[in-house]
């Protein structure tokens, strides 16, 4: 961690302490309305000024970023637990159980994540889902069509694993599978999949304000960066600042958790040694060989 690109981190570390601590970072109600204040630009009252409705668009800014980030880890974590189960139990049983499970696996990644989403979405719009709220189908829609990435990464991870001579070992000295799987196979799958999921989390709040834009998320008034473009479509001559600030928040937040994710892919790249640290290294190597040649002589 001694030359972690904290540049990289800090835009989607500042996004996730926004969407952590809103109610205290909120000036206004994000859904109080003020009609005497319609279409206002910044001012001392509204720092970014006010929406159609009269909404301080600084609150409903920071409310967006909270609700993205409570789904985007909603969806995270219970698609890294449905991948990483399915695509390590494919992977270490083998056989026809997994041949059944890889013809699962992509099956769901010969179409868009997006596309099955959207898909999703149509079926739980159905009555027999009524009692669920449209946030809570979005979560669901997402972890369904998210899973098959990571199952398909945990499955090469645990086969690859599996052929290596510390398990057989393991197996010799009498471990249990669950033993061998927890402490020997299971770390090396997390370190692969986290570092997928950490470049992922941008393409999820994508896919998130892309529901809602289309009107299958986030249902207002609970502010969502993509249901503010949709609102902000209508008054966009009048008054630009209604898309483009949400716009600027969507960009801003998936191109650092990008930047993000191939921080952490290339700090598993070995890289080549130079400056200092390689003329000491040089340096070191002409002393054991100049002692070397001494004791020889």
Do not use: C
Request: no cysteine.
């Amino acid at each position: 961690m001694k030359n972690w690109p904290w540049a990289i981190l800090a835009p989607a570390l500042l996004f996730v302490l926004i969407g952590l601590f809103a109610p205290w970072i909120m000036t206004h109600d994000p859904a109080s309305q003020d009609y005497s204040a319609l279409l206002k630009g910044p001012s001392g009252a509204h720092w970014l000024g006010t929406d159609y409705l009269g909404r301080d668009m600084f609150s409903r800014i920071i409310g967006g970023a909270r609700t993205s980030l409570v789904a985007m880890a909603f969806v995270l974590v219970a698609a890294l637990a449905i991948g990483v189960v399915i695509g390590s139990f494919a992977g270490y049983v083998g056989g026809k159980t997994e041949l059944v499970l890889i013809s699962v696996i992509d099956i769901a990644l010969a179409l868009p994540s997006l596309v099955i989403a959207l898909a999703l979405m149509g079926v739980f719009s159905g009555e027999n889902f009524s009692w669920m709220s449209d946030y809570w189908k979005m979560i669901v829609a997402l972890t369904l069509a998210w899973w098959a990435n990571y199952a398909r990464m945990s499955r090469a991870v645990v086969v690859a694993e599996l052929q290596q001579p510390y398990i057989e070992a393991a197996r010799v000295m009498g471990a249990s599978h669950i033993w061998i799987f927890t402490r020997h196979i299971l770390p090396h799958v997390l370190g692969l999949v986290v570092v997928y999921a950490s470049a992922d989390a941008g393409a999820l709040v994508l896919a998130i304000a892309t529901l809602s834009f289309l009107g299958l998320g986030v249902a207002p008034p609970t502010p969502e960066w993509g249901q503010m473009l949709v609102d902000g479509m209508s008054y966009i001559e009048e008054n630009p600042a209604l898309v483009i600030i949400p716009g600027l928040a969507l960009t801003a937040v998936v191109v650092s958790f990008n930047l993000l994710g191939e921080a952490f892919a290339l700090q598993k790249v070995p890289r080549a040694v130079r400056g200092r640290f390689l003329a000491r290294k040089k340096a070191a190597r002409a002393a054991e060989d100049a002692a070397r040649k001494e004791v020889e002589a």
